[in-house]
């Protein structure tokens, strides 16, 4: 079955703290991983995708086929980074539709 | 600029009587989605529309239908409220064409049964 873990529904972190935001998934195929994140008052967007290999607002995250695992990691948190994140994965289909996790809120404290 | 306009915000709507979700965009992308989310759990997909071929989910109730009238537009109708219905309803666009294109949300209805 395919399926988003995201284990944890609050992530509590002190400003400066590192964050590490959980992702497991199971998919048959090869996946193509992606972070969403919600800010407060504000819609759904992307954050980040694993094929970018990049790095937005300090988060990166790694795609670990071995674990089926897909964490998202900041070194140093921010206030502003406080949010709910979702994990999503598409799989074979070109239409581009997610499969989500259910989501972590992150909430960085000063 | 909102790209992806979902109306209204918030609806109320009696146990069995239709109604219908609106969104729009000026993305001009090929893909919209519908997503139901309920309290505390994840976005899931009900049905997407490549142009103007309508893709359901297997588990979609029949109770949920969907119309595209053109790029810009589409519409969520639910024939027969239930309770159960309660949810935040989300719209996405994309590009489409590929497994790794960013989809655009809107900020979603929020929809109320009575």
């Known amino acids: 079955a395919q399926r988003v873990t995201q284990p944890e529904k609050l992530l509590s972190v002190f400003k400066g703290a590192p964050v590490e935001l959980k992702c497991n998934y199971s998919?048959?195929?090869?996946?193509?991983l992606f972070w969403y994140v919600q800010y407060s008052r504000q819609r759904l967007q992307l954050l980040l995708r694993h094929i970018s290999r990049e790095s937005i607002k300090g988060f990166t995250a790694d795609l670990n086929k071995g674990e089926t695992s897909f964490h998202l990691k900041k070194p140093f948190a921010q206030e502003e980074d406080s949010a709910m994140y979702y994990c999503?994965?598409?799989?074979?289909?070109?239409?581009?539709?997610?499969?989500f996790g259910q989501g972590t809120t992150l909430q960085v404290k000063p | 600029d909102a790209m992806v306009i979902q109306n209204p915000r918030y609806q109320v709507t009696q146990f069995g009587k239709p109604v219908t979700l609106s969104c729009s965009q000026t993305?001009?992308?090929?893909?919209m989605y519908w997503y139901q989310q309920k309290s505390s759990q994840a976005p899931k997909l009900l049905f997407h529309y490549y142009d103007k071929d309508f893709n359901n989910e297997a588990d979609t109730p029949d109770n949920f239908q969907s119309r595209r009238p053109n790029t810009s537009f589409c519409f969520l109708d639910i024939r027969s409220p239930g309770l159960g219905d309660a949810a935040m309803y989300l719209c996405?666009?994309?590009?489409?064409?590929?497994?790794?294109?960013?989809?655009?949300f809107g900020q979603g209805t929020r929809l109320t049964v009575v």
């Open positions: 999503a994965l598409t799989g074979s289909s070109n239409t581009g539709k997610l499969i």
């Open positions: 996405a666009t994309s590009r489409g064409g590929g497994r790794n294109t960013e989809a655009f």
């Open positions: 998919y048959s195929g090869s996946p193509e």
């Open positions: 993305l001009n992308h090929n893909v």
